[in-house]
């Protein structure tokens, strides 16, 4: 029996060869398009490969009418058809960095490239290049999903099932290790090793959710279903993340006394999740949820400090949000699989935001990538016989692109793959081609060497070394009908590589320098720059609205400051792995984490502060308030100016006696309140604002204790990188 | 006395004497770059990466001149 590697390889085989076949026995011109085509198209499922193919497709068709219309209005103007054509490479660059399509910009962007480049002086050559690429796209496309469909093929229907079992799986035993967190029983070590395999399983169903919605029926039919399954499994995670972020300020407090069904509570929403995972095995549901209230002891609550007040809010809210999320939760999979629906409150889904937020990383890909097409465009115009020639500008713009979208990826890891494949393939041009007479060799040649590829580089973190040995297979080899043999071509290549490299290590530092520790403080700079705006905004006069900018600079800020954890944890690994840099990586992902927290902290007292608050407190407790935000402000400001000189001992010292202060000043005014004055609604929200900004302060806190252990000026030293 | 330039010949193929220099200089400039992190000298350097250009420009020249004759 076949292993699925082999499968693969060998689908993947058959279809170079028919389409080299096809491409040949048609006469078209450059049938290495159609293996371009079938090399990156074929993935391990039919679904996804459908997705590629057509995202693949649809690219070539766009930058095929952009090319048109470039060489129409720019023929004789070269630097206005380039400063054009950098445009177009910048929106394809910029767009490629989000989250849906980003295959479709990317073959936007090359394959403009490449018309422009091979059109050459003569633009009626345009018109050729753009239909024969369009055709032998096409038929690489075609080839390949027939040979999927029809060899062996793997439909990601399973495997997408597999995956919402494990995501619903491990966020049910999450819930289950959070539980034990709170109760002081459970090993918080585990629940972040359960916390890690909840967002990889994530990952793993997001990814597989597009591919099994085009290769499986019953997917497709319910595919807004299972979005909205998608989007309640995000927010669930969130709000498990935001309730252990409290745990620290409650454990301390007798809960089971406070609230009086906590146990009970949790217990049902383990056990909502626990049908979850029985629907989605594809059994009945044992019990439907019990609609229960979170109560709480008020005798017990009104003898609690009103900071212990707040936080204890904050983690009731927690929990009613996590109530209704698994309430969603269940009725979403009961409806996918055919369970009948209960009628439970339908969750009001917080609207998408579609308002246009520039995200600096993205620009800063695409400056990189503009600098290295002008530089190899000027190589091509002054240095007389460069290698490559206009291939070298074609070969740019694919390489640029991802290393421009992909920092961490360095230059010299490509130097390897490349010079390993181009032997490989320069030896076969030179020593088999030339001994081969007809097309049985020829495809025979073809089959051996991509089957050994794909099956040599299957696994996905070898990607780039397959990625390459099919290209350079595919253009060395530069097979035809009219087939010569010329060293040239493989010196040309084997010398364009490096020049190729060296451009690329040279635009890696434009404009920024590529060194993972200098990226980390610039975008710890930022986060806290960010932090401290959005602080600055909080103050409170109701009556005057924001402006138009200052919406929209809001709206930057908070964007920052939500992305950008995710964004220092991709570089935490090349930190920790760095010995010179003396810092292990556990230290830089408790960094880190605390910076999401801190996020997380963040968020939720902008949301409080959306909340009305009773005016008599407002009056009474605005200076104080004031202070505090100021003094939190401040403490952001510093950080933003240098996010290293994190004071732990006087962070702690400053909040503890602001937190005094505050403490016995809402004692005051809440004595002196009448009786009535204050609401149950009033007083929550109070509390939840008190608790919000308390957990700004001791997320900055817990920052810097965290940021102390690491050796900051080592991290300053000017090195190579 | 410096050595006369004269290509370098593998296997039929000809290859120019600055691309050998190029190609020692870009490797001695390397391990120079790597041996001066290694012992924390880099950091008295302003701008490494202009410097690492300078390095494979200078060992170039000087292999190329005192060594294979470019």
């Known amino acids: ?721 | 006395m410096t050595p006369i330039p004269h290509e370098f010949a593998i296997g039929g193929v000809y290859m120019p004497p600055l691309l050998i220099a190029g190609l020692f200089g870009v490797i001695a400039a390397v391990v120079t770059a790597r041996l001066l992190d290694r012992y924390r000298l880099s950091k008295y350097l302003f701008y490494p990466p202009l410097v690492s250009l300078a390095m494979m420009i200078i060992y170039t020249v000087l292999i190329g001149t005192f060594i294979i004759g470019a």
Request: one cysteine or more; proline letters at 4%; aromatic letters at 10%.
């Open chain 1, 1 to 721: 029996m076949l292993s699925r590697k082999t499968k693969e390889a060998l689908k993947t085989a058959l279809a170079m060869t028919i389409a080299y076949g096809i491409a040949l026995s048609m006469d078209w011109d450059k049938p290495y398009w159609a293996g371009f085509a079938v090399a990156f198209v074929s993935l391990s499922t039919i679904g996804q490969s459908m997705n590629k193919a057509t995202l693949r497709m649809v690219g070539t068709l766009v930058a095929i009418v952009v090319a048109f219309t470039l060489i129409a209005l720019f023929a004789q103007e070269r630097w206005l058809f380039m400063l054009f054509l950098m445009l177009w490479l910048g929106i394809c660059t910029y767009m490629m960095g989000g989250a849906q399509h980003q295959y479709f910009w990317n073959v936007g962007a090359f394959v403009c490239v490449i018309i422009c480049m091979d059109a050459g002086p003569n633009s009626a050559n345009a018109f050729e290049i753009a239909t024969l690429r369009a055709q032998e796209t096409g038929l690489g496309i075609l080839v390949y999903s027939l040979v999927a469909i029809f060899l062996w093929p793997s439909s990601g229907g399973a495997d997408f099932n597999a995956a919402a079992v494990k995501l619903a799986a491990t966020q049910h035993q999450l819930l289950g290790a959070y539980r034990g967190l709170l109760s002081n029983k459970g090993d918080s070590a585990q629940a972040q090793e359960l916390g890690s395999s909840a967002a990889q399983a994530k990952a793993l169903f997001d990814q597989l959710l597009a591919a099994a919605s085009t290769d499986d029926y019953e997917v497709w039919e319910l595919r807004r279903q299972w979005r909205h399954y998608q989007h309640l499994a995000a927010n669930l995670a969130e709000t498990l993340e935001r309730w252990r972020e409290g745990f620290a300020e409650v454990q301390s407090l007798d809960l089971p006394h406070l609230l009086s069904n906590q146990e009970n509570y949790t217990a049902e929403l383990d056990a909502r999740l626990e049908q979850v995972d029985r629907m989605l095995a594809n059994q009945a549901p044992a019990r439907q949820p019990a609609i229960i209230e979170l109560a709480f002891d008020r005798a017990a609550v009104a003898s609690l400090s009103h900071f212990n007040k707040a936080a204890l809010a904050v983690s009731r809210d927690r929990l009613q949000q996590l109530e209704v999320l698994t309430g969603a939760l269940f009725d979403c999979v009961s409806d996918i699989k055919g369970f009948g629906r209960e009628t439970t409150p339908v969750v009001k889904l917080s609207p998408a935001v579609n308002r246009f937020v520039p995200d600096p990383e993205r620009i800063t890909s695409v400056v990189r990538l503009t600098a290295t097409m002008w530089l190899a465009w000027l190589a091509l115009i002054y240095i007389d016989a460069l290698p490559g020639g206009a291939g070298f500008v074609s070969m740019a713009c694919p390489l640029g692109m991802a290393l421009a979208t992909t920092p961490q990826l360095s230059v010299s890891r490509l130097f390897v793959p490349a010079t390993f494949s181009v032997l490989v393939a320069g030896l076969a041009y030179i020593f088999v081609m030339p001994e081969l007479s007809s097309f049985w060799g020829l495809g025979f040649l073809i089959f051996t060497l991509t089957f050994a590829i794909c099956y040599l580089f299957a696994a996905p973190q070898q990607g780039l070394g397959r990625a390459f040995g099919l290209a350079m297979f595919v253009s060395i080899a530069s097979i035809s009908n009219e087939q010569s043999y010329n060293f040239l071509t493989v010196a040309n290549t084997a010398l364009m590589l490096p020049l190729m490299f060296l451009l690329l290590a040279i635009t890696a530092h434009i404009p920024f320098s590529p060194r993972p520790e200098s990226t980390f403080l610039r975008l710890l700079g930022r986060f806290f720059k960010s932090s401290e705006y959005l602080v600055s905004t909080m103050r409170w006069d109701p009556s005057s609205k924001p402006s138009r900018l200052e919406r929209w600079r809001n709206l930057f800020h908070s964007h920052e400051v939500s992305t950008l954890p995710r964004k220092l944890q991709a570089w935490a690994p090349l930190i920790g792995n760095s010995a010179p840099l003396g810092t292990s990586l556990q230290q830089v992902q408790v960094v880190v984490s605390s910076l999401q927290t801190l996020t997380y902290r963040m968020q939720a007292l902008v949301e409080s502060r959306n909340n009305p608050q009773a005016g008599f407190l407002v009056q009474q407790l605005l200076e104080d308030i004031r202070a505090w935000r100021l003094g939190v402000e401040a403490s952001f400001q510093k950080l933003s100016a240098d996010p290293t000189t994190a004071e732990h001992e006087v962070f702690r010292t400053r909040l503890d006696e602001i937190t005094r202060h505050l403490e016995a000043r809402t004692q005051e005014v809440l004595d002196k309140a009448a009786d009535g004055q204050l609401s149950d609604q009033d007083a929550e929200n109070f509390y939840c604002l008190l608790g919000a900004y308390r957990g700004v302060s001791d997320a900055l806190v817990d920052y810097a204790g965290n940021a102390d252990v690491i050796d900051w000026p080592r991290w300053r030293e000017e090195r190579f990188a």
